[in-house]
Nanobody
Framework: VQLQASGGGLVQAGGSLRPSCAAS????????MAWFRQAPGKEREFVAG????????DVARSVKGRFTISRDNAKSTTYLQMNSLEPDDTAVYCC???????????????????WGRGTLVTVSS
């Protein structure tokens, strides 16, 4: 399984970005894809997750109302729409995938055996 994140960049506070994560290596028709982020000097934190085959999503409280996650099953790609960005959102954003059989909570780091390289998001004030 390979995960390729892209679409980060530098944006001013209040702006928007829409990074994407393309998955390959198996059929992504079940399981979960999620985004995590890690800011300098901080621990990795869950941002948002989406099921490949149900309507279930989960978004961290810190970004709820500003970030949304979506998917395109035909492209095996997920998107993280980030609006009203704040300087505290500055971090490396990584995507991760579970096995096809996972049914647990989306926010658990240990649920994700597959990780992609991150994409840097920098929000200037």
């Amino acid at each position: 399984v390979q995960l390729q994140a892209s679409g980060g960049g530098l944006v001013q506070a209040g702006g928007s970005l829409r990074p994407s994560c393309a998955a390959s290596g198996r059929t992504f028709s079940s399981g979960v894809m999620a985004w995590f982020r890690q800011a300098p000097g901080k621990e990795r934190e869950f941002v948002a997750g989406i099921s490949w085959n149900t309507d279930r999503t989960d978004v961290a409280r810190s970004v709820k109302g500003r970030f949304t996650i979506s998917r395109d099953n035909a492209k095996s790609t997920t998107y993280l729409q980030m609006n009203s960005l704040e300087p505290d959102d500055t971090a490396v954003y990584c995507c991760a995938a579970t096995t096809p059989y996972y049914r647990g909570a989306f926010s658990l780091t240990g649920a994700y055996p597959y990780w992609g390289r991150g994409t840097l998001v920098t929000v200037s004030s």
